[in-house]
């Protein structure tokens, strides 16, 4: 999950917990301070009035009127008397709201010139109510819209502090190490993030240079290989001219060209190999692999002469490729040249294309081959049909730096290789 | 004829004089860019031998300032056979023909003779040797004056041994100059065109210049 999402996740819980607790909590506050209050004033006035009631001369006459004030009324005590103070709600029907609002009442007995009342205060209730609901109402959507506002804000702050991160990972998505590139970064302020790129920038200087190294010395391999063998072939060339030769001199020297051409193949191959395992083949280019086919059936026509074998070019529609062309022709050409040599006399060989796949058959001059040991290198050796053993590993090497398909199977006695282009 | 072998391997270019004197060719050497550039300025050649990698800097430097000053007829670059990309600059770049490291002195040979006749006669011209004449320019052979029919590999086999003359070809020189592919084990093929072709020469009334030597060379004799 996205850092951003966590903390949102425990953003809201957080939020949603304090909302549901703190509202029920601030009703109920409220309610309890504001009911007390009114208590308080009822008892309050109570006092007031038992102190005047005291005021009034003992032969005084004693009116109700005195005391006429709204939500004030006096009546003659009324068995049980009640000597303490009781605090009731009571709903009482106001003709103008056409409703019933609710009042507090205390009721309690006085005794005036040593008469028992029953004396009632009430306090309305109505505007009360209303004025905790409008209150909790206010402290709640002030509370929400702050949480919200704070919310807003610290993601849109996350999202720029992450940018850099973001920026750094895409770079590094984008990092190939054959491409042979460091990475810069830019200044930025959060430290973390810095660190984390002057390592990254590190890494990848360190790796530009020995990638740099490693190439070079594969270039100073491959001049130094080549050199003695071409000294040995040239050499031996000459040595074919000197008189007088005989036969088993010339034998012997037909013997050593052949072994000094043999090191000279694989001595490519391994140098092929090499610089394919370190990825210098990097240049790509579109080309026509089914025009890489045909051309290549016309080079290895006389090889597949010399075995009477005939080749069948059966390629429906172009294949277009994006790839290093000479390292396709390699893998192309090791498969037909594998075609040809591991072949029979007189046999044949197929080539046919569907849409995006070019299929290798060749009439089998023994069974079927090993799917797992078949592309492994040196495997198929022999001093036989003269091959290096490397043709099918340096093809399937090929095939898979450019995650093409290269599959086997023996069908109708035949061996079919089967390439798959993306 | 002057060759200008520019190679820094010393054995390599003592074998290429070796061989090419007896062709009557007048070869110097050079053994890095600046012998070469100074040998350059001050002679014309027939042909370059200009080999990639030499140690004071990449050959195709060379190249470059002979082709500015339109001196690039008849260079051949000598590169290292895992290298498609010098071979592909080195074209680019002017260079008549390219040869891969490493390469059969015949075939150079060939290739040296080809590149002269381009440059020299526009191809257009015609080897006379005896009762033999081989007209490049219409890739016919034509023996007492009457053209001989050769498939195209007959030709190409012909024109490398009458190159060659009197060398020891062995089969894999001969079956180089035919292909490009160099694979093991496929060289007896030759055997049954070189058949082939010494019957059509003798059926048309050549004398047999090709010998067999001991059994798996071919050597093309003939007496000038």
Known sequence: ?422 | MKILIIEDEPALSSSIAAYLKAEKFHCETADDLQTAASKVHAFDYDCILLDISLPDGNGLQLLKELKLNGKTDGVIIISAKSSLEEKINGLQLGADDYIAKPFYLSELSARIAAVIRRRKFNGAETLVLNELSINFAAKTAYVLGKPVYLTRTEYDLLLYMVVNKNRVLSKNALAACLSDIVTGGFNEFIYSHIKNLKKKLTAAGCSDYIKTMYGTGYKFEIDT
């Open chain 1, 1 to 422: 999950m996205k850092l951003i999402d966590r903390y949102t996740r425990s953003y809201i819980g957080y939020a949603g917990i304090m909302l549901a607790v703190t509202i029920p909590v601030l009703y109920f506050s409220v309610q309890f301070l504001v009911a007390r209050r009114i208590d308080q004033n009822l008892l309050r006035q109570k006092k007031m009035i038992v102190s005047s009631i005291s005021n009034i001369a003992p032969n005084e006459p004693f009116t109700h009127t005195i005391f006429l004030e709204p939500g004030l009324s006096f009546s003659p005590a009324v068995l049980p008397i009640t000597e303490s103070d009781k605090f009731s709600v009571v709903q009482h029907f106001d003709t103008t709201d056409n409703d019933y609002e609710p009042w507090r009442v205390l009721t309690t007995t006085v005794y005036i010139h040593r008469k028992p009342y029953l004396l009632e205060l009430s306090s309305s209730l109505l505007d009360k109510e209303e004025l905790i609901a409008g209150i909790v109402l206010m402290v709640g959507i002030i509370l929400l819209l702050f949480m919200t506002g704070l919310f807003a804000i610290n993601r849109s702050l996350s999202v720029n502090i992450w940018k850099p991160f973001y920026r750094t990972i895409g770079m590094l998505n984008n990092y190939k190490i054959e491409k042979d590139e460091v990475l810069f970064f830019e200044k930025i302020k959060v430290d973390e993030f810095a660190e984390l790129n002057t390592v990254i920038h590190s890494l990848t200087a360190r790796n530009a240079e020995v990638f740099e190294s490693q190439k070079s010395f594969i270039e100073n391999v491959s001049h130094e290989m080549q050199t003695p063998v071409a000294i040995q072939q040239v050499k031996l060339e000459l040595l074919l001219q000197t008189q007088p030769l005989s036969a088993a001199q010339y034998r012997l020297i037909a013997d050593l060209m052949d072994n000094t051409q043999q090191a000279g193949i694989l001595h490519n191959c391994m140098l092929l190999l090499a610089k394919i395992d370190n990825r210098q083949f990097r240049d790509a280019e579109l080309f026509s692999a089914s025009a890489i086919v045909e051309n290549l059936v016309e080079q290895y026509a006389l090889q597949a002469d010399l075995k009477k074998i005939v080749v069948n070019l059966a390629l429906a529609g172009d294949i277009q490729v994006q790839a290093n062309k000479g390292l396709i022709e390699v893998m192309i050409g090791n498969l037909l040249n594998n075609a040809i040599r591991h072949n029979s006399t007189g046999g044949s060989v197929q080539i046919s294309s569907s849409k995006n796949s070019i299929a290798f058959t060749n009439s089998a001059a023994d069974g079927p081959l090993d799917e797992n040991t078949l592309f492994q290198r040196f495997h198929g050796k022999s001093a036989l049909n003269g091959g290096t053993g490397l043709g099918l590993h340096i093809a399937k090497k090929i095939a898979d730096l450019y995650e093409f398909g290269l599959r086997y199977d023996f069908v109708s006695l035949q061996h079919r290789f089967t390439l798959t282009f993306l």
